[in-house]
T-cell receptor, first 112, second 116 residues
Framework: KAGVTQTPRYLIKTRGQQVTLSCSPISGHRSVSWYQQTPGQGLQFLFEYFSETQRNKGNFPGRFSGRQFSNSRSEMNVSTLELGDSALYLC???????????FGPGTRLTVT | AQTVTQSQPEMSVQEAETVTLSCTYDTSESNYYLFWYKQPPSRQMILVIRQEAYKQQNATENRFSVNFQKAAKSFSLKISDSQLGDTAMYFCAFMKLDNYGQNFVFGPGTRLSVLP
């Protein structure tokens, strides 16, 4: 099976802009979670989607949003970018029965 | 809220030796899952091993094994016969299921260097 894929891999944006990141889960996985990884804060949970519904949300401002499509692919959107949003954004998918998360390579976002 | 602590920010070990990474967590839940993930330099995160809290037997995956002490809320990872490819950040993770789905909490990580 193909692994979790994320596009784009690298992105440079300017403060105030918005960005959309994409994640394609492993075939058959219906749960998709998003994380922000920074050197100072480590891995922080953003949200989890299952069957097109957001089931869980971390402690992030409303500028961070996401969605999941019927094929389980997911997107996350960050509006009004701030310098502090520079991070590696990781997507992980899991099969409900095992709860093991499989991570994508991440999208490295740099905000200037 | 659950918290996960990894008290060793950095560790090093000689190739072929054994090393143990510590992880403690705080929860009032009785049913949960614990995981160790590995993130090699500039590479993606991969699952190393998982443990269900209701299982008393410690999980083992080849050279990787855990020491799960539920009462002490401790979940350490032992790597035997360390290899250069084991050099990575290691994250301990706690997961519980609630009405809202999966809820993962990751520790801050331990940077392991395997020395030749």
């Amino acid at each position: 099976k193909a692994g979790v894929t994320q596009t784009p891999r690298y992105l440079i944006k300017t403060r105030g802009q918005q960005v959309t990141l994409s994640c394609s889960p492993i075939s058959g996985h219906r749960s998709v979670s998003w994380y922000q990884q920074t050197p100072g804060q480590g891995l922080q949970f953003l949200f989890e989607y299952f069957s097109e519904t957001q089931r869980n949300k971390g402690n992030f401002p409303g500028r961070f949003s996401g969605r999941q499509f019927s094929n389980s692919r997911s997107e996350m959107n960050v509006s009004t970018l701030e310098l502090g949003d520079s991070a590696l954004y990781l997507c992980a998918s899991s099969f409900a029965a095992t709860y093991e998360q499989y991570f994508g390579p991440g999208t490295r976002l740099t905000v200037t | 809220a659950q918290t996960v602590t990894q008290s060793q920010p950095e560790m090093s070990v000689q190739e072929a030796e054994t090393v143990t990474l510590s992880c403690t967590y705080d929860t009032s839940e009785s049913n949960y899952y614990l995981f160790w993930y590995k993130q090699p330099p500039s590479r993606q995160m991969i699952l190393v091993i998982r443990q269900e809290a209701y299982k008393q037997q410690n999980a083992t995956e080849n050279r990787f094994s855990v020491n799960f002490q539920k009462a002490a809320k401790s979940f350490s990872l032992k790597i035997s016969d360390s290899q250069l490819g084991d050099t990575a950040m290691y994250f301990c993770a706690f997961m519980k299921l609630d009405n809202y789905g999966q809820n993962f909490v990751f520790g801050p990580g331990t940077r392991l260097s395997v020395l030749p």
